[in-house]
């Protein structure tokens, strides 16, 4: 058996932490040969709930679960940890505007970049999903200098995982044959969800679906998930969330599959014009893990038009913290 790596989850009494912390702990993320220590972070409130969940993970008795810690104090959390889900944030509240939203996550994001720049693992992997997950992102990388800043990332998985059952249902094959998905851009209603290199078993799926389709149906039905999900759950998307969050971490650490990429929101270093420094997301394969954004990848017009548009929502969401990034 491998040594126990530790694993950081924060925000992990809330729901997606209810459905995320069972699956790693069962081996889902990271293989099961390898075993893991939770450490846990809620904000003081919320402890109580967390013994609770605690309570039930170790009633699991899960063969992988090597330990459990729990705290209101990030650099507890985050100490020597090789793994960061950074799962908990300040949701909207009534009358919040959006601008609001950006600067009390910013306060959030700001202080566990630098206790992750303090405390945690050199070779740290940080994901972000609490929102706005690219600027947040961003801005716990600019808090930690001493860290590199490939290490954060922010999820577009989930969105990625949406297109292909989209498509998948559209095309009527599953899933799994679907290779080459591509999401661009920021986890908002303004990300681009891109076909035009996907592949159905093997096949050109730009060629197997009317350009009506793609621009009346996909994009928005892909853009316009989370908010679907809430007005039937009444709650937001949680489960498959937890899931994504998953497999974005277990991509990163085992890689992609020859003939396959992903979409993981990271560091743009300026390739397809994206500015370089936003957190944009890009199709990557990984490998040894370290990801690569894919290069060489034609764009046409069409993709040009929505991956600025997205481009210029992460830069505007960046200007509105500038005075919090140092
Ligand atoms: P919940 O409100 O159920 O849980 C959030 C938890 O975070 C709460 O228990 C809260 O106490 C805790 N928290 C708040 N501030 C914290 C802090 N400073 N340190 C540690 N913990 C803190 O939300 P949930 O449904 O679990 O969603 C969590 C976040 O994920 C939200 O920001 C949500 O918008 C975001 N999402 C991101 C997605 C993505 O694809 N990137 C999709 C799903 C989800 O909507």
Partial sequence: MKAPVRVAVTGAAGQIGYSLLFRVAAGDMLGKDQPVILQLLEITPALEALRGVVMELEDCAFPLLAGITTSDKAEEAFKDADYALLVGARP??????????????AAIFSAQGKALNDVASRNVRVLVVGNPANTNALIAQRNAPDLDPRCFTAMTRLDHNRALAQLANKAGCHSNDIKKMTIWGNHSATQYPDISNALVNGKSAADLVDEAWLVDDFIPTVQQRGAAIIKARGQSSAASAASAAIDHMRTWALGTEDGDWTSMGIPSDGSYGIEEGLIYSFPVTVKDGKYEIVQGLEISEFSRERMTVTEQELKE??????????
Avoid: C
């Avoid at 909207?92 to 996550?105: F, I, Y």
């Avoid at 969401?317 to 990034?325: I, K, T």
């Fill in 317 to 326: 969401e960046r200007d509105g913290v500038s005075h919090l990034l140092p």
């Fill in 92 to 105: 909207r509240g009534p009358g919040m505007e959006r601008k609001d939203l950006l600067e009390a996550n």
